[in-house]
């Protein structure tokens, strides 16, 4: 006989630890870097904008990625009974309906918070919660597909947070060459997303999860995702030199570089290097992020 969940009113309210621990902390990193590249390419003091900086940093870290992390962990519950049962949901030590509790008002204080930051930012907190939960909820669950799902996660872990910290910090829409790079990088974070699904390619097949290295096959998959990682930061390098960034465009043609050499590697036998990648040709990558933030913020005259 299938069980069922107790409801709220007979389970205890959850210990700190454990909403921390459903929270991932760890996953808050991403946006956050993407987030400070934003802070440096708006060029405004830290100083001037301490308060919204600070407002910043709590979207993109506990609020908006802490609630994509809870609502992606209620509605995967029963799977991760069955996987990880160890997590905080499935173990019962967040129990009855407080997983999807703990989502929802994480999505309100999010708008809140983003609502008394301003406008821009607000905007893009809507779009960033609506991601959170097209993700992972039905009907849209966009987790199950190779396209939707990476392209979900680049454009909110990259593109979003980026653009929360440039319009944090200048207070306003933040200009066209910083919102045309944020784009090209959060376009190129699609690879990254994608190499992130090598992980699990036959439990997605099981699961009828359509990443794309479960349908097209792992080293397809590489290469596109190669491919689309380093198409965006060849354009960016072209836009760099042509703002008249030659030493920011310089060390990103550098970086990349180096990224190609890692790549050569990688896909040589993708599901083995992909972790080794993602700690040296992925870091590479956002430190090309922050070299192109520093240039277009005007940092030291690059």
Request: hydrophobic share 55%; charged share 10%; glycine share 10%.
């Amino acid at each position: 006989m299938a069980q069922t969940l107790p409801t709220a009113s007979a389970t205890p309210i959850p210990a700190p630890r454990d909403v921390l621990e459903l929270l991932k902390p760890i996953t808050w990193f991403p946006p956050i870097w993407a987030f400070m590249c934003g802070v440096v390419s708006s060029g405004a003091p830290i100083s001037e904008r301490w308060p919204f900086f600070c407002a910043g940093i709590l979207l993109t870290g506990p609020l908006v990625c802490g609630t994509s992390q809870a609502v992606n962990d209620w509605f995967d519950r029963h799977v991760d009974a069955i996987n990880e049962p160890k997590r905080p949901i499935p173990s019962g030590r967040i129990a009855g309906n407080w997983g999807l509790r703990i989502a929802i008002i994480g999505s309100l204080l999010s708008l809140i918070v983003a609502w008394a930051t301003g406008p821009w930012v607000f905007a893009a907190t809507c779009l960033g919660v609506q991601c959170a939960w097209a993700y992972s909820a039905p009907p849209a669950r966009l987790k199950v597909s190779g396209i939707w799902g990476p392209a979900v996660v680049a454009l909110t872990y990259e593109g979003l947070t980026w653009f929360t910290g440039a319009a944090v910090m200048a207070g306003s829409l933040p200009s066209v060459p910083v919102l045309i790079v944020l784009t090209l990088y959060s376009a190129g974070a699609f690879g990254i997303m994608t190499l992130n699904d090598f992980k699990a390619v036959e439990g997605d097949r099981a699961m009828g999860i359509r990443s794309l290295p479960a349908v097209m096959g792992v080293d397809p998959a590489a290469r596109l995702a190669c491919i689309i990682m380093a198409a965006p930061q060849v354009i960016v390098v072209a836009l760099l030199a042509q703002w008249g960034h030659a030493v920011v465009a310089a060390i990103v043609a550098a970086l990349l570089v180096g990224q190609l050499g890692l790549m050569i590697r990688l896909l040589r036998d993708p599901l083995k290097h992909t972790p080794w990648y993602n700690a040296t040709g992925t870091t590479l990558y956002v430190f090309g992020m922050l070299a192109s933030a520093f240039g277009l913020g005007g940092a030291w005259g690059l």
